[in-house]
């Protein structure tokens, strides 16, 4: 969905290194998440902002921080990267104006942790 | 225990088949139901939305929902090629902070053969 983007599509990184991940969200949505997705595991929740000034832990988010830099900004960075952080990573934006809070997700990050 | 159980797969049914794809839940103040169709590469793209327990029908695809076995399906009639994909279930509670969280199964794998 290109209303959602992720930058960047792929990165190869080493052990130790900082890294940051971005999206931005054309939807006009006030809420967003960041998780990440292993082979059997799932779409775990690391982190979701449900505006500018309110930031919340997931179920993961050890090793993990985020930053809300306007309503249609939130990254996440792993301030020093381990094999373990290895993932396909998917931000996603919902509307709290709606109903359903349909969450919507961008294309995915796939990182790999040397 | 995970609170969401989803078959993994992977699945291989021939083209015009009927699928069914389940997932059960062991948290009771899940409300809200929610299938989503995950291509190759892509990210999570919502398919189904259904409130408490009973049926929902959108062209081939059918969702149920029986909250007594804390327990939900997905059907697909006449399946196609082109339904091949990971299919997730997720699901929510109500409430301001819990009903944007959601919860996701570990998504089963499905091929529909020509």
């Known amino acids: 969905d290109a209303d959602v983007t992720q930058t960047p599509r792929n990165r190869i990184t080493k052990t130790g290194k900082r890294i940051m991940l971005e999206c931005s969200q054309t939807k006009g949505h006030d809420r967003m998440y960041w998780y990440r997705q292993d082979p059997g595991l799932g779409l775990q929740l690391i982190y979701y902002?449900?505006?500018?000034?309110?930031?919340n832990k997931g179920e993961i988010s050890d090793g993990y921080s985020v930053s809300r830099q306007a309503q249609a900004k939130f990254s996440l960075s792993l301030e020093s990267a381990i094999p373990n952080q290895t993932a396909l990573y998917f931000c996603?934006?919902?509307?709290?104006?709606?109903?359903?809070?349909?969450?919507?997700f961008g294309p995915g990050t796939r990182l790999t942790v040397l | 225990q995970k609170e969401v159980e989803q078959d993994p797969g992977p699945l291989s049914v021939p083209e015009g088949a009927i699928v069914s794809l389940n997932c059960t839940y062991s948290n009771s103040a899940f409300q809200y139901f929610m299938w989503y169709r995950q291509y190759s590469r892509k990210g999570p793209e919502l398919l189904m939305y259904t409130y408490s327990s009973g049926n929902k029908e959108d062209g081939r695809f059918t969702a149920q929902v029986d909250k007594s076995s804390k327990y939900i399906s997905l059907f697909i009639r006449d399946s196609q090629p082109s339904d091949s994909a990971t299919y997730l279930c997720a699901m929510s509670g109500t409430g301001e902070t819990s009903g944007s969280r959601l919860t996701f199964g570990e998504g089963t794998q499905l091929t529909v053969n020509p």
């Open positions: 996603a934006t919902s509307d709290s104006r709606r109903a359903t809070d349909t969450q919507y």
């Open positions: 902002s449900f505006d500018v000034k309110d930031i």
